[in-house]
């Protein structure tokens, strides 16, 4: 059963920083996909990351024509293609992988344009991939975070701040690989670091905060 819960101050996620080989390449292509103003770049460190990096990126937008803009313009500038955009169940969506290894999932609920590409995102949900989902929403919850929605084991979304679109929420991890159409395996650096208010940790499953 879903449960929700809001509280009037709240701890939530502010920014996403990506770890990349390469900062201009990876300026080029981000500036190109048309989500660079939502993302901090910086260099790699020494650390590796091999296999699924155990997050996802996803852009929900209005509509199929949106959905279709911002997969073919990361196409354009070298994104690989995971899953081709497809109607589902719930909607309309596809999934790539940047040159720097994210993953990304651009998605609207509406299965039917009613309007032309607006290149305008709704909302940017970083989607952890975790063990044990309602563990570590217990330690989020823990550290100031307030849940929005909450799906037993399977799915924890936190509430925003309302100044922004970023989101965060947290998935069973091998559920998340077997949406985005990778294998669940993997080592290493996630190569993404979170930040938000309060002192630095780092969360169950090794996401660093700042």
Do not use: N
């Not at 879903?2 to 990506?18: D, I, N, P, Q």
């Not at 190109?32 to 699924?52: N, W, Y």
């Not at 937008?61 to 313009?73: I, K, Q």
């Not at 919850?141 to 307030?146: I, K, P, Q, S, T």
């Amino acid at each position: 059963m879903a449960t929700t819960a809001s509280t009037a101050s709240h701890t939530s996620l502010a920014s996403v920083t990506l770890e990349v080989a390469d900062l201009e390449a990876a300026q080029r292509f981000y500036t190109a996909f048309g989500v660079a103003d939502h993302l901090i770049l910086k260099a790699a460190s020494e650390a590796t990351a091999t296999g699924f990096r155990g997050f996802t990126l996803a852009l929900t937008v209005s509509g199929p024509a949106t959905v279709d803009g911002f997969l073919g313009a990361a196409v354009d500038a070298g994104a690989t293609v995971l899953k081709p955009a497809a109607k589902s169940l719930w909607g309309y969506g596809g999934v790539v992988q940047a040159p720097d290894g994210t993953i990304w999932k651009v998605a609207t609920s509406a299965k039917k344009d009613t309007g032309p590409d607006t290149r305008r995102i709704d909302e940017m949900v970083l989607l952890l991939g975790v063990e044990d989902v309602k563990a570590t929403k217990r330690f989020y919850v823990g550290r100031g975070l307030a849940v929005a929605k909450s799906f037993g084991g399977k799915y924890a979304e936190f509430a925003s701040d309302g100044s922004g679109t970023l989101k965060l929420a947290l998935y069973k991890r091998s559920g998340l690989a077997k949406d985005l159409g990778v294998p669940a395996d993997g080592d290493g650096s996630h190569r993404v670091v979170l930040a938000g208010a309060g002192t630095p940790f780092t969360d169950p499953d090794g996401f660093t905060w700042e």
